[in-house]
């Protein structure tokens, strides 16, 4: 198939499959909202590499500008709303520093599945893996990132955590945000 164009937009046409275990994925996605190119799995997965060597790069606040605010974010049934960078780095700190106390040496983002845009919106389930020598098996943390397209990339406006890794930290990190 390819994109029908009505006008100035594009409609969207493909949709991405991903075989869950196999790692394969396939996905072009023309966007709607007329940033005007497609998306595909290994530029948003780049992203999330980015943003993972960011962060344990302790590049914080570069980290940080990468998400909209106020940014809600989810807990597992904890909800807290991120009102500035500051707070996200803040926040982002608090995390690092427990990993890297664990031994974590490095992030790795999974991409599970993603959708077709809509009005310049894309949702990621996203896995993140700790490495560490010290553990045989990779700590887990598991979510949905809403993100928004825009020129400069993906900003991402909300993340629904469904599994976190250390659980154990959610005072800390709510005691930066807003509980909602």
Do not use: C
Request: net charge positive.
């Amino acid at each position: 198939m390819s994109p029908q164009l009505f006008g100035n937009q594009t409609q969207s046409v493909a949709l991405g499959v991903i075989l869950q275990g196999s790692g394969l994925f396939s996905a072009t996605i023309q966007l709607v909202n007329g940033v005007g190119r497609g998306v595909q799995h290994s530029e948003v997965l780049s992203v999330f590499v980015r943003r993972g060597a960011l962060f344990m790069a302790d590049r914080l606040d570069d980290l940080a500008a990468e998400y909209a605010y106020p940014l809600p974010l989810h807990l597992g049934q904890k909800r807290v709303i991120v009102r500035s960078a500051a707070e996200g780095a803040a926040m982002l700190s608090v995390l690092r520093s427990a990993l890297v106390e664990r031994g974590v040496e490095h992030v790795q983002p999974r991409v599970r599945a993603m959708d077709i845009p809509r009005a310049g919106r894309l949702r990621v389930w996203l896995d993140w893996l700790e490495l560490s020598p010290s553990e045989e098996t990779p700590r887990l943390s598991s979510g949905v990132y809403y993100n928004r397209m825009t020129p400069f990339g993906l900003r991402t406006e909300m993340v629904a955590y469904s599994r976190v890794s250390m659980p154990e930290l959610k005072p800390q990190l709510t005691a930066h945000a807003l509980i909602a």
